[in-house]
């Protein structure tokens, strides 16, 4: 007899086990970015483009090379799965756009 529970649903928030998931390059894609910190103290997501993966990667890696705030701030929200906020993610999968080879990239669960 198993355990009809899904481990998620019984395991601490605090855990989180890293899955190997593939990411399609031509998935259309919200790129987000962190708005500088002005006279408030509110951080909020500006949406900056929509646009295919390979695209977004592109943009942050290449043409935000100068502004690592931006960069750091990046948020790429896929429509099919969950949302990639890692600049070692984004370079990765830049890494792997460039190069031509199979994007795979770390998803948590």
Known sequence: MG???????IAPPW?????TAAHDLEEIVDL??????????DLLP???ATLPLKKA????IED????KFRQLSAVIQRRTGP?????EDIKNLYDSATLGTE???????
């Not at 994007?103 to 669960?109: I, L, N, T």
């Open 57 to 60: 990667v592109a943009l942050v």
């Open 32 to 41: 987000f970015a962190i708005g500088r910190p002005s006279r408030s103290a």
């Open 64 to 67: 935000w090379s100068d502004d």
């Open 83 to 87: 949302a990639i906020r890692s600049l």
């Open 3 to 9: 355990c009809d529970i899904p481990l998620l649903s």
């Open 103 to 109: 994007c795979r990239g770390r998803r948590p669960v």
């Open 15 to 19: 855990m989180e086990r890293i899955l």
């Open 46 to 48: 500006v949406k900056i």
